[in-house]
């Protein structure tokens, strides 16, 4: 088994603890089911954000979908002029036997400008999203 690197971004409309957290569940609940990731082959995660963002740590989102027992790390990216704000990047890594073409890496919202080459996503349904992520988090409180 191989560890691979998962890739996913996506923008908030504003620095605030619950646009924060939507976010970054939003983004890891869809790798999650995109990838059939089981969070005890998840190695480690590092969460990114832009200078803009501080209300929360991003990883708190993974917490909340289960990851109670995956080390997580939360820092900033460095500021680059012109680059995307309000961004949350996240690196997962996964031992898995996927080959590192048939990995889908996340990329969602205003996000998918920073790799439109990876942000081709079969459509999805955001509400049902929702839904599972709200079991989810159920599920890591029990």
């Known amino acids: 088994m191989q560890c691979r690197g998962v890739r996913g971004a996506t923008t908030v409309e504003a620095n605030t603890r619950e646009e924060i957290l939507h976010g970054a569940r939003q983004m890891l609940a869809l790798m999650i089911r995109c990838n059939q990731?089981?969070?005890?082959?998840?190695?480690?995660?590092?969460?990114?954000t832009t200078s803009d963002l501080n209300a929360e740590f991003p990883a708190l989102a993974a917490r909340q979908l289960g990851?109670?027992?995956?080390?997580?790390?939360?820092?900033?990216?460095?500021?680059?002029?012109?680059?995307?704000?309000?961004?949350?990047?996240?690196?997962?890594?996964?031992?898995?036997?996927?080959?590192q073409d048939q990995i889908q890496h996340?990329?969602?919202?205003?996000?998918?400008?920073?790799?439109?080459?990876?942000?081709?996503?079969?459509?999805v349904d955001f509400d049902e999203l929702e839904s599972w992520i709200a079991e989810q988090m159920v599920s890591a409180k029990e």
């Not at 990731?37 to 990114?48: E, G, I, N, R």
């Not at 996000?111 to 942000?119: T, Y």
Request: charged content about 20%; hydrophobic content about 45%.
């Open 37 to 48: 990731m089981d969070p005890a082959d998840v190695a480690s995660a590092v969460f990114s």
């Open 67 to 99: 990851w109670l027992d995956v080390p997580l790390l939360c820092t900033h990216e460095i500021e680059v002029p012109g680059s995307l704000r309000k961004c949350v990047r996240v690196l997962v890594h996964w031992n898995t036997t996927t080959p």
């Open 106 to 123: 996340i990329y969602i919202k205003e996000a998918m400008k920073l790799r439109p080459d990876l942000s081709v996503l079969p459509p």
